[in-house]
């Protein structure tokens, strides 16, 4: 879902860096677990206020599909997030209709 927001090009540095930072955080984790005498039952609610503060992040910070508003007709929440999306990935200009009709399509087409 986040990957939405960069080019295509940049996708796949995008996931390595996710995947390499929490194979970090997991084992710093583990470590600082395994040395200190919490034992499991702090790891597991520490890993689940993580996961909740994640969660609750990516919510809020990560728009909805162009194709979900598409589909249900809310036109000017999806102009605001093809405009997002454009800007995020350094395509935005001011006359960008053209550009807006262009993804519009794109989006009825993958229906």
Known sequence: MMTQMVSRANQAFIITQILVAFALASVF???YFRYTNYGWRFLIECATIALILMTVTVWILTPES???LYDKEEYSELDLTLRTIARTNGKYSHNSNEEFQGATQ???LQR
């Open 29 to 31: 984790v583990t470590a």
């Open 66 to 68: 162009p194709k979900y």
């Open 106 to 108: 794109f989006v009825r």
